[in-house]
């Protein structure tokens, strides 16, 4: 089973960017577009924010993009609002047709 | 707008076996996957699994002894048991619509989920 690492927490203060990695392996985030990410503000159900690495989904707020380097994807939050303030998890769907979570990164608007 | 909402008991006792029902409003369970994933109290996201709406599954290493999906298309439902639960069992379940293109799968809607605490 593949396992995506992401750090616990990260912060900024209102209108800076912050960017929360999710690394796995060159077999899996290094070789598929796979990776989705899901913003899970507290007491809320997760919402997918970006899938297939950097694509958006209608709605979401351009403020918010994604990219992939090597074995790292990243979510990159422009502009940071304090309605940002949530959980992040990023998430990919494997070659075994499973899906796996990253542990999740708190975001803290300063 | 599609809406789903997650029902069972909210209280299981250890041994037993936990069942929820995922009900989807505002659009058909037909050609879609259907996911579920839990929440235990203050940690991440765990990937339980999901069913094609014509009944083939999918689940995790981790639950696969323990596991069974079901559709009910008439009802527009599908539905989780997890068998022999433990305290560790206990979590907020979330039901999902997944979405899958030519290249990957990602839940779309969820649930507002539910809560089912594992306790004697």
């Known amino acids: 089973q593949s396992a995506l690492t992401q750090p616990p927490s990260v912060s900024g203060s209102p209108g800076q960017s912050v960017t929360i990695s999710c690394t796995g392996t060159t077999s899996d985030v290094g070789t598929y577009n796979r990776v989705s990410w899901y913003q899970q503000p507290p007491g809320t159900a997760p919402k997918l924010i970006i899938y297939e690495v950097s694509n958006r989904p209608s709605g979401v707020p351009d403020r918010f993009s994604g990219s992939k380097s090597g074995n790292t994807a990243s979510l990159t939050i422009s502009g940071l609002q304090p309605e940002d303030e949530a959980d992040y998890y990023c998430?990919?769907?494997?070659?075994?047709?499973?899906?796996?979570f990253g542990g999740g990164t708190n975001l803290t608007v300063l | 707008q599609l809406q789903l909402q997650e029902s069972g008991p909210g209280l299981v006792k250890p041994s037993e076996t936990l069942s929820l029902t995922c009900t989807v409003s505002?659009?058909?369970?037909?050609?879609?996957?259907w996911s579920w994933i839990r929440q235990a109290p203050g940690k991440g996201l765990e990937w339980i699994g999901y069913?094609?709406?014509?009944?083939?599954?999918s689940y995790s290493p981790s639950f696969k002894s323990r596991v069974t999906m079901s559709v009910e298309t008439s009802k527009n439902q599908f539905s989780l048991r997890l068998s022999s639960v433990t305290a560790a069992d206990t979590a907020v379940y979330y039901c999902?619509?997944?979405?899958?293109?030519?290249?990957?799968?990602?839940?779309?809607?969820w649930g507002q989920g539910a809560l089912v605490i594992v306790s004697s």
């Open positions: 998430s990919l769907y494997t070659t075994s047709s499973t899906v796996v």
């Open positions: 505002g659009g058909s369970i037909s050609g879609f996957f």
């Open positions: 999902a619509r997944l979405h899958c293109s030519r290249t990957s799968c990602y839940d779309t809607f």
């Open positions: 069913i094609y709406y014509s009944g083939s599954t």
